[in-house]
């Protein structure tokens, strides 16, 4: 093996002990492999608390329009406009035209079924009047003859900030079932009883 070549790799194998040996770069590499896993878990914990914020707000939209239109006993359009309106402000900084909001008055007769006697919306469909209400397994204990119930249904089309192509969008939703206060509601000369 000549000299000049004997000398090169002795260059290289101190070239190569130096580069082992150098750890000025440890924490810029260990940052670049942590950065993604710390970014990444970051958006996580930002989606997933806009989210749960944005499903107790619709939670409490449906508490606060049962709870509205059970303290009444008469409701007329202009009070009816003024409760769904009152979605707009609680769904806050939200997006209110992707919440829909319906307020029905349910009549139980004395079998126990259950009747829409009237209900009013925003941006969604109204209940039918004279429709069939069927309460579900975790509703059945309000199946009581004789009575009735104000049901305020709230649904909002929540938009993840980051997630939107992992997830979609979700349809957050809640109702609520209320007694009325004082008397049953009437709605624009429609009584519930």
């Known amino acids: 093996m000549s000299l000049a070549m ?16 150098d750890r000025r770069a440890v924490s810029a590499v260990e940052f670049a492999l942590i950065a993604p896993v710390m970014i990444t878990l970051y958006l996580g914990c930002v ?21 509205l239109a059970a303290q009444t006993t008469t409701i007329s359009s202009t009070d009816m406009t003024n409760i769904l ?24 007769d004395n079998n126990g079924a259950a009747k829409v006697k009237w209900s009013a919306t925003q941006n969604g469909t109204a209940r039918s009047a004279g429709s069939s209400y069927t309460f579900d397994s975790s509703t059945s204990a309000l199946d009581v003859a004789n009575t009735q119930l104000i049901l305020a249904e ?40």
């Not at 349809?171 to 079932?177: G, I, N, Q, V």
């Open 6 to 21: 004997h000398q090169r790799n002795h260059r290289l194998l101190r070239l190569f002990g130096r580069f082992g040996g």
């Open 154 to 193: 709230a649904s909002y089309q929540y938009t993840p900030i980051v997630g939107t192509a992992i997830s979609g969008t979700l349809t957050l939703s809640d109702r609520m079932f209320m007694s009325p206060r004082i008397t049953t509601p009437d709605y624009n000369g429609t009584t519930c009883s």
């Open 85 to 108: 309106n009152a979605a707009s402000a609680i769904i806050s900084p939200y997006d209110s035209s992707k919440l829909q909001v319906t307020v029905s008055c349910l009549n139980i």
């Open 47 to 67: 989606e997933i608390s806009d989210g749960v914020a944005a499903d107790r707000k619709v939670s409490l939209t449906a508490a606060a329009l049962a709870n």
